[in-house]
T-cell receptor, first 115, second 111 residues
Framework: DAGITQSPRHKVTETGTPVTLRCHQT?????MYWYRQDPGHGLRLIHY???????DKGEVSDGYSVSRSKTEDFLLTLESATSSQTSVYFC??????????????FGDGTRLSIL | EDQVTQSPEALRLQEGESSSLNCSYT??????LFWYRQDPGKGPEFLFT???AGEEKEKERLKATLTKKESFLHITAPKPEDSATYLC????????????FGKGTKLSVKP
């Protein structure tokens, strides 16, 4: 299994509070991704990173920010959580992004509930 | 708009009853078509990548095929342990590896 650890695995918080999710990898992969998964939707890309301090927006980036200060860690922050951000969040890693046949490998997710 | 559609949404099979899952895609330029398996409470697990029309990949009871408009995941003589949600995703040419996912097919195999 790819060495991907997401923390916390479960979190319940209140509307308006800041929340930070962490993705830690031990594979030294360059590319890291954050997705959310909701009933009735496929996995949707929030933000991704193609190197330390290099990030870009995905399909559903509003209300989220990210940071990557080390190769192994990619943080997803909800500055002021809203109920619409209740979801399961997945981190994925890839060795070479879209420039090779390397697939993305996923962590086991963080289930976030915002009351 | 780039789009990936999977059908059926759910499929119930008896053990040993072979069938196929469909993934149709409309994208600006396909770099690769990926199949994943997802068990409840887990992240997607990589199964196959297909790159060109006519390509086929096999793994145990699963075989994935690709045409210019769709991909099929054929399941031969399934077992209960094949029960899971199967996801397909398109990687767009020129992107940073970003994947566009379908909503998945939930497969249940009864003994």
């Amino acid at each position: 299994d790819a060495g991907i650890t997401q923390s916390p695995r479960h979190k319940v918080t209140e509307t308006g509070t800041p929340v930070t999710l962490r993705c830690h990898q031990t594979e030294n992969h360059r590319y890291m991704y954050w997705y959310r998964q909701d009933p009735g939707h496929g996995l949707r890309l929030i933000h991704y990173s193609y190197g330390v301090k290099d990030t870009d927006k995905g399909e559903v980036s509003d209300g989220y920010s990210v940071s990557r200060s080390k190769t192994e860690d990619f943080l997803l922050t909800l500055e002021s959580a809203t109920s619409s951000q209740t979801s399961v969040y997945f981190c994925a890693i890839s060795a070479q992004g879209g420039h090779s046949n390397q697939p993305q490998h996923f962590g086991d997710g963080t289930r976030l509930s915002i009351l | 708009e780039d789009q990936v559609t999977q059908s059926p949404e759910a499929l119930r099979l008896q053990e040993g009853e072979s069938s196929s899952l469909n993934c149709s895609y409309t994208v600006s330029g396909l770099r690769g078509l990926f199949w994943y398996r997802q068990d409840p409470g887990k992240g997607p697990e990589f199964l196959f990548t297909l790159y060109s029309a006519g390509e086929e990949k096999e793994k145990e009871r699963l075989k994935a095929t690709l045409t210019k408009k769709e991909s099929f995941l054929h399941i031969t003589a399934p077992k209960p342990e094949d029960s899971a949600t199967y996801l397909c995703a398109a990687q767009i040419r020129g992107s940073q590896g970003n994947l566009i996912f379908g909503k998945g097919t939930k497969l249940s195999v009864k003994p």
